[in-house]
């Protein structure tokens, strides 16, 4: 007989998480560290500290995905949305499910929305990648296709039947540029009967690295393996916009390049017209690849790479008390 939970239930259950995920090592800390990328233009020192300092931003990244991801997973599995979906429910003129049908399902898409503002909309699809339901309704009333089937996120999980995190896309519905959590809906019989996903918002990433102890001449920011701004630390930017999806003006660097060598390190290099130095970080997460750059402009009267790294080697402080504050509203 299987155990019936309760919406309510399901809200505690979700409260736990953000409370246990900020004092919990990220699931994807298993993955094995790559060796430092290291040449003539990489000080071992600067590696060390500056390292460090995106170490800590990027366990907090993590941190946030994975309690993200765990609240999913949770959510995959319970009685509600394990229930077989009704195909006969679908009205093509509402893009999916009406909405007071299967209301139990909707029920849990909403707590999910309602505890965790960094997800705009929460869907469940079918195998074949139909849109059963999306939560907000609304959202699914302006939806422009209902076949999410070309999605590089429901292939992955169709394939794996594990968790995933998209790269960068843009929303056909809304233009926003977003990334997407989604999980296989798996029952006893260990057969996937669906899969449920949440959108995340960008805005809460831009928040966050906006929030760094950052000096005049550095930037932090945030992309996914095909070079797309998912969050930036320099202040008004919005990396949700369809126009940061489309400019992709870190792929070219060399440093990303090694980063997707799965190498981590400091070089320097042009940036925007400027020399810059660049330190570099990549890590997997989600059967998929996040990178972290922390880029810092030379002094224009420098031109020998060895003297930037050198003018840039020091500690930054990324994350200080006025950060640690604000960790509550970023988790």
Avoid: H, W
């Avoid at 155990?3 to 900020?22: E, M, R």
């Avoid at 995190?165 to 540029?177: E, F, H, K, Y």
Wanted: overall charge negative; hydrophobic content about 35%.
């Amino acid at each position: 007989m299987m155990l019936k939970i309760s919406s309510f239930s399901f809200g505690i259950i979700i409260t736990s998480i953000i409370l246990f995920s900020a004092n919990s090592p990220s699931l994807s800390s298993i993955y094995a560290q790559d060796p430092q990328y290291s040449n003539n233009n990489t000080n071992e020192n600067t590696n060390s500290s500056l390292l460090n300092e995106l170490e800590n931003i990027k366990n907090i990244l993590e941190s946030k995905v994975t309690k993200l991801a765990t609240a999913l997973q949770i959510a995959s599995s319970l009685p509600q949305i394990l229930q077989p979906p009704d195909v006969n429910l679908i009205d093509p003129k509402v893009n999916g499910i009406p909405e007071d049908a299967d209301i139990e399902k909707r029920k849990i898409g909403n707590i999910l929305l309602d505890q965790f503002n960094e997800f705009f909309s929460v869907v469940f699809l079918l195998n074949n990648g139909d849109v059963y339901f999306d939560e907000p309704f609304e959202r699914q009333l302006n939806r422009t296709t209902t076949n999410l089937s070309f999605r590089d996120y429901y292939q992955a999980v169709e394939q794996t039947k594990k968790t995933y995190l998209s790269d960068a896309i843009i929303s056909i519905t809304t233009g926003r540029n977003l990334a997407v959590i989604a999980t296989p809906v798996i029952n006893k019989e260990n057969e996937m009967t669906g899969i449920l996903l949440g959108a995340i918002n960008f805005n809460n990433y831009d928040n966050f690295l906006q929030s760094l102890n950052l000096q005049n001449n550095s930037r932090v920011v945030l992309i996914d393996k095909t070079g797309v701004k998912i969050g930036d630390s320099t202040e008004n930017e919005t990396s949700a916009s369809k126009e940061s999806f489309e400019k992709k003006q870190f792929s070219n660097l060399t440093s990303f390049k090694l980063a997707l060598e799965g190498k981590s390190g400091s070089t320097v290099e042009k940036f925007e017209e400027k020399e810059s130095q660049i330190t570099f970080l990549p890590y997997d997460l989600f059967q998929n690849k996040r990178i972290l750059l922390l880029i810092q402009s030379c002094n224009s009267d420098i031109n020998n790479s060895n003297q930037c790294i050198d003018n840039n080697n020091k500690e930054l402080n990324l994350i200080n008390e006025n950060v640690l504050s604000r960790l509550g509203t970023f988790f």
